[in-house]
């Protein structure tokens, strides 16, 4: 989120921070009684204008341990009760909770279920549905006037690659090696990270990548990983802090088993966008996804998702940096940020980064029209196959016949009817790896370069 100097949610280690969260973000007296919606919101921008002096501040405590004794709770419940909402009063609803008890009015938590834990920005900060939302939209409003999006990205597979040591191959013994001579190397890309007997590999153009994509993208870390191994690996992609801070969200912080969810992000959906190589994992937010080609430098990685082909490692190459995964993914950005604040379209408050999102990709294949031939069982309907719905995501046209106006036959066999109709049409005639390539690149791939001939070799 986007609450920079004016919010302690960046950051939950100290006790100035939460002081600054209690005492700036979950205050809502003055706008729970306003007496029209015109004087709310501006209460919302003076929340991130300037901090709240009504009540006694909670930094008056030398510590976050401070807050923990029964004494200083109960020093703190009684100045809050009296200056926000009467003494012994309880606030409906409560905007959030620290240890079990509310910020504003000090009362133990009655839970209902319907919080939302923020673990990653503290460990004991549980924020109500109401208080979620007003954050979100006041971040929403100062994010667009700032000219920024939200930026939400995976780590493995995405960003970088990881290995147990143990599952090294015996043609990457090399990097073993190569990794204690590149200690003192800044530029280095290899890690060796021993408390975890694991060895990483930042995906090419990393750094450049997040160092751009800062300037007009608020960005956070969410990954299925453990919070340990997360951290670790934050501290490779962004050791001074500038890029994420505390925003790093971890699988202790799902609210829903395997599936990672905006609900603890506190952004609005309708600018955040998410790089991720993974889309079953985001089965409520598809339309903010751009999936990623998985980066496999590893053999480990490879024998992970069923490839039998030697990985990047193995063969000792990697990705090149100028027109790599990341390289490209950052066009594509740069692309929707600035049709998104597109001073042509309209007002900002009213455009959706999805329908960007949704026409950028519409017009990679737009006028191509596509048959398939052998991709898919025949008695499966074609029009719910994944690759049908992929190319027509990407703009073509597909259908079950050829006809004079089809430009493409897709099949993994030349001898089928369909296949040799292509031939002697001068049809393009390709594989269905020409679809994903095309979808995971954001751009019409060459046909020349996937012909039929290659699939035994992708899959040997």
Known sequence: MSLAAESPLQSSSSSEDFAALLDAELELASSDT?????????????????????????EDFESLEDLETP??????????????????????????????LC?????????DGSGV???????????????????????????????????????????????RLADISSEEEYLL?????????????????????MLTKLRPFVHNFLKE???????YVYTMAERSYAMEIVKLLDPGKVYFDSKVITQADCTQ???????????????????????????RHKENLIQMERYHFFASSCRQFGFGAKSLSELMKDERESDGALATVLNVLKRAHQMFFDPVVGPDTSRDVRQVLKGIRHEILQGCKIVFSRVFPSKSPAQDQPIWKMAERLGATCCAEVDPSVTHVVSMDTGTQKSRWA????????SPYWIEATNFLWQRQKEDDFPISNLRSRNA
Request: proline content about 3%; charged content about 35%.
């Open 34 to 58: 306003s007496p029209n919606e015109e004087e709310a919101e501006n209460e919302d921008e003076n929340d991130l204008q300037e901090p709240r002096t009504k009540r006694r501040k909670v």
């Open 71 to 100: 004494t200083a709770v109960e020093t703190n419940q009684e100045h809050i009760g009296t200056s926000a909402v009467g003494k012994n009063d309880i606030c409906p609803p409560h905007p959030g909770f620290f240890k079990g």
């Open 103 to 111: 910020m504003r009015c000090g009362q133990l938590e009655e839970d």
């Open 117 to 163: 834990a923020f673990g990653y920005i503290h460990k004991d900060l549980k924020l109500g549905t109401r208080e979620i939302e007003r954050l979100r939209g006041a971040d929403h409003k100062k994010l667009l006037r700032e000219k920024k999006l939200v930026l939400i990205l995976d780590l493995d597979h995405t960003l970088l690659n990881s290995t």
């Open 177 to 197: 090696r190569q990794v204690d001579s590149m200690k003192d190397d800044p530029d280095r890309s290899l890690f060796k990270l021993d408390s975890m007997h």
């Open 213 to 219: 994509a800062s300037s007009f993208f608020e960005m």
């Open 257 to 283: 088993r395997h599936q990672k969810g905006l609900d603890v992000v506190l952004g609005a959906e309708s600018i955040v966008v998410i790089l991720d190589d993974t889309e079953a994992v985001w089965h």
């Open 423 to 430: 031939l002697q049409n001068e049809k393009f005639l390709v």
